[in-house]
């Protein structure tokens, strides 16, 4: 699977992006708001894709690296995962290199997911969880009309906050 927008190629991950996954899901400053198990060693991240592609296989997940058209590494990743049993509901993730903060990149391949969400797999209802101190990614959430779940918690990381997104019939 592949989407495309105006700058940028979401494409599916595989074993050859084994170096941007590790640079990636290892950047101290993404996981300033991420709690996970980071890759330390190229075998790590390896071990991440299989996992990833076999979840995508069994239709668990789809999860998608962000590059610009013109370059084959990936700069970050945005997901569909966490499907409801009914395949209404998905959660949506995203992380970015710093360096390509403030560029819209997220913006543009948020857009993207989320139309492929609700046109494509007729979510009804996208939520996206977020660390309650991570302002960027609040702004983008808002920005794309998400509401905070203020009554809602998440049990196990006491500094996310929930918002959602339902699909306009």
Excluded at 62 to 77: D, M, Q, R
Excluded at 81 to 96: I, P, Q
Excluded at 147 to 160: A, G, H, M, Q, R
Aim: proline share 2%.
């Amino acid at each position: 699977m592949k989407l495309e927008t105006e700058r940028l190629i979401l494409k599916e991950i595989n074993e050859t992006h084994v170096e941007d996954i590790l640079r990636i899901r290892s950047n101290e400053l993404i996981n300033k708001y991420v709690i996970r198990n980071s890759p330390k060693t190229n075998y790590e991240a390896l071990d991440f894709i299989l996992t990833i592609k076999k979840n995508t296989e069994n239709n668990k997940t789809i999860y998608l690296g962000v590059s610009y058209k013109n370059e084959s590494n990936i700069i970050g990743t945005i997901c569909l995962w966490n499907f409801s049993e009914d395949r209404k509901t998905a959660e949506v993730g995203y992380e970015l290199l710093p360096n390509y903060h403030r560029k819209g990149i997220m913006s543009e391949a948020l857009e993207a997911v989320l139309n492929y969400g609700f046109n494509e797999l007729n979510l009804q209802e996208i939520i996206a969880i977020t660390n309650k101190y991570n302002e960027s990614s609040k702004a983008l959430l808002l920005k794309y009309n998400f509401v905070l779940e203020e009554d809602k918690k998440d049990e196990d990381f006491p500094d996310n906050i929930i918002f959602n997104l339902k699909k306009i019939n």
